[in-house]
C-alpha cells in the first residue's frame, strides 16, 4: 500500500498513536518532520505542515505532555569578543584550526544562521545538496554564501546571505579570509575543515564551544548551545535597536518566534520607570 499522498486524518491518527507511548513531544516533532520530508521527497508538493486540525493536535499533545524549560543562553556580541581571544590562545589549537572554528563562529553569528546550515552531518560525510560547501561561499567585499537548503525552506529553492565587513574586531568577512589563507580549500567539499581533513560537525561545534567558553570562566557553559549564536545575533541585534521587521528578514524567520531568542538585557528593564515616569498625560 502507498502511503502517499498523506491525509490530514493519517497523520493525525499516526501523531495521537505516538503520543500515548513513552515518546516526548520533541521526539513526536522530529517524527513529524521527517514524515512532512518524506512527502515533499516522493514529489507530493501540497504539505500538510500548515493544516490548522494538524496544528491544534499537536498542541493539544505539548499541552498533555509538557515540555521541559530547558534554559539555552544567547552567544551575545560580547561573548564573541571574549571567544576571538581564548580562541587565539588555546594551547593545543594549531594555528590552522584556530581560524577555521572562528570564520565558523563569526559566519554563525553575522549570518543568523542554524548549525545545520555550516556545518557537514558527520566528520567524514556530507550531502552536497545540503552542506555547505567551499564553492557555495564567495569573498570579495562582502561574504556572499548561498544556502541551498534549510528548516524553512523545504524545497531546497535556495537564498543568499550577505555579510559585510564589520569593520571591528569581530568581523566575519576579516576571519574568513584569514581561514582561506591558511586552508587549501578543494571547491566541492564542506567549507569547514579541519587540519586532519575532517569536516567540522555539531558535536565539534558544540564541544568547542563549551570548552572555550570554560576556559574563559563564562559561568552555565552547559546553556551554551551550538544554538547560541542565532539566538545571540537576535538578541544584539536587538540591543542594538534594529527593527523587527530587519530582525525576522535577517533570521529568515517565517513568524514572530525569533522574540523568544531575545534575552532584554537587564539595562533596558532598569530604564523602564523613568522612561514611564517621562511620558506625556
Given at each position: 500500500?502507498?502511503?502517499?499522498?498523506?491525509?490530514?486524518?493519517?497523520?493525525?491518527?499516526?501523531?495521537?498513536?505516538l503520543a500515548t507511548s513513552s515518546l516526548t513531544y520533541g521526539t513526536l516533532k522530529v517524527y513529524l518532520a521527517a514524515i512532512i520530508r518524506a512527502h515533499i521527497e516522493a514529489g507530493f508538493t501540497s504539505s500538510i505542515r500548515?493544516?490548522?486540525?494538524?496544528?491544534?493536535?499537536?498542541q493539544g499533545i505539548k499541552r498533555h505532555h509538557g515540555v521541559p524549560n530547558r534554559v539555552k543562553?544567547?552567544?551575545?556580541?560580547?561573548?564573541?569578543r571574549m571567544l576571538k581571544n581564548t580562541v587565539a590562545n588555546h594551547p593545543t589549537i594549531?594555528?590552522?584550526?584556530?581560524?577555521?572554528?572562528?570564520s565558523a563562529f563569526t559566519l554563525a553569528f553575522f549570518g543568523f544562521l542554524r548549525v545545520s546550515e555550516f556545518i557537514a552531518p558527520t566528520s567524514m560525510?556530507?550531502?552536497?545538496q545540503r552542506t555547505l560547501l567551499t564553492a557555495d561561499i564567495t569573498c570579495n567585499t562582502d561574504l556572499i554564501i548561498a544556502l541551498k537548503a534549510s528548516k524553512t525552506d523545504p524545497f531546497r529553492r535556495g537564498c543568499n546571505i550577505i555579510i559585510a565587513p564589520s569593520q571591528s574586531s569581530v568581523c566575519a568577512v576579516q576571519a574568513y579570509q584569514a581561514y582561506k589563507a591558511l586552508h587549501s580549500s578543494v571547491a566541492h567539499l564542506p567549507a569547514f575543515?579541519?587540519?586532519?581533513?575532517?569536516?567540522?560537525?555539531?558535536?565539534?561545534?558544540?564541544?568547542?564551544?563549551?570548552?572555550?567558553?570554560?576556559?574563559?570562566s563564562v559561568p552555565?557553559?552547559?546553556?551554551?548551545?551550538?544554538?547560541?549564536?542565532?539566538?545571540?545575533?537576535?538578541?544584539?541585534?536587538a540591543d542594538a535597536n534594529l527593527p523587527d521587521w530587519l530582525i525576522k528578514a535577517l533570521g529568515?524567520?517565517?513568524?514572530?518566534?525569533?522574540?523568544?531568542?531575545?534575552r532584554t538585557p537587564p539595562s533596558i528593564i532598569r530604564s523602564v520607570p523613568g522612561h514611564l515616569s517621562l511620558a506625556l498625560p
Open positions: 500500500m502507498n502511503p502517499y499522498p498523506l491525509t490530514q486524518r493519517l497523520t493525525i491518527l499516526f501523531m495521537t498513536h500548515d493544516d490548522l486540525l494538524l496544528h491544534f493536535t499537536m543562553l544567547p552567544i551575545t556580541i560580547a561573548l564573541m594549531c594555528d590552522h584550526d584556530k581560524a577555521m572554528l572562528w560525510t556530507f550531502d552536497p575543515q579541519f587540519a586532519n581533513s575532517n569536516f567540522l560537525t555539531r558535536q565539534a561545534v558544540s564541544n568547542h564551544i563549551r570548552d572555550l567558553l570554560t576556559r574563559a552555565d557553559v552547559n546553556h551554551y548551545t551550538t544554538h547560541s549564536f542565532r539566538s545571540g545575533a537576535a538578541t544584539t541585534a529568515r524567520w517565517r513568524s514572530d518566534a525569533y522574540q523568544t531568542y531575545i
